[in-house]
């Protein structure tokens, strides 16, 4: 591209005054002053095309190797994100999942990665919690965000930071289990006042596919309150309760369950789509580096051609002088 954009110029002009030649070497570092002066813009060094071939290069290997290490990843969060789904999956069927329920106060747990160079993927949950901020937002309503990962604590603090209420980084700096996940969800229930929560991530569907989902977590107290008032909120009315334990305190169990497994699923997805996202940029950026250093190859020969051509035309010119 560097050398492209440098022939263009030369097309235009040749360099010939002193501003001019700082201009063009401030623009391309890797050109030195007598090379951009003394031959012009049309003329191109081939030290430089090598340069910056060998850069590419480089770059291309990094790419590659980023792509092998995602690829060896994913195979295994794969397999655990697939088991993981059995958990929280029969908590939506017994609770419910009712992301349109009009709570007064509402936390946002958005799900994002640590690192980036995986495409859009953070870009896509942090839409998403705004778009969840603007709807629940309210008179008398209060909405709040736990946010996971480095990435989405960048992006929403910029225009969000009142609103942010817990901040989580380097979750998946190791293997995820189930555990580390719980005490995780636990500490939130704690720091956190809450009538519903929302937590936003990324499904994974394939290498190149995954999709935003939201899954909605309510308060035993809300619960209550939805199924007394007629509204669908699951199938625990249909269950006879025996034992000592009241119906209250059954909901606070199984909704402090059904937390933990739900985040221990979304961290899963989340991570298993980062994976495969991660995947396919590093695929493009590799097959990028490909045509760019098909390009700077074409460069290199033609201009080392050019001068190759312009020696030998100098040594029969010289020749022939001395013969006339």
Known sequence: MAMAALRREGRRALLSTPSQVASMAAIYPAASQPEIALLGARSVSTQIVRTRMKSVKNIQKITKAMKMVA???????????????????????????????????NVIVAITSDKGLCGGINSTSVKVSKALLKMTSGPEKETKYVILGEKGKVQLIRDSRKHIEMTVSELQKNPINYTQVAVLADDILKNVEYDALRVVFNKFQSVISFQPTMSTILSPEVMEKESESGGKVGNLDSYEIEG??????????????????V??????????????????????????????????????????????????????SGASALEG
């Not at 295994?76 to 929280?88: D, F, H, K, M």
């Not at 909704?255 to 497994?261: K, L, M, R």
């Open 263 to 316: 985040m221990y699923n979304a961290v899963l997805e989340n991570g298993c789509s980062e994976l495969g996202a991660r995947m396919s940029a590093m695929d493009s950026s590799s097959r990028n580096a490909g045509e760019m250093l098909d390009r700077l190859t074409l460069t290199y020969n033609r201009t080392r051609q050019a001068s190759i051509t312009t020696e030998l035309t100098e040594i029969i």
């Open 71 to 105: 690829a060896s990843k994913l195979r295994a969060v794969q397999t655990r994100t697939e088991n993981s789904r059995g958990l929280w999956q029969p908590f939506t069927a017994l609770l419910g999942d009712a992301p349109s329920v009009d709570v007064k106060k």
């Open 244 to 261: 000592g334990e009241t119906k209250s305190e059954i909901l606070q169990n199984l909704t402090e369950f059904q937390f933990s497994c």
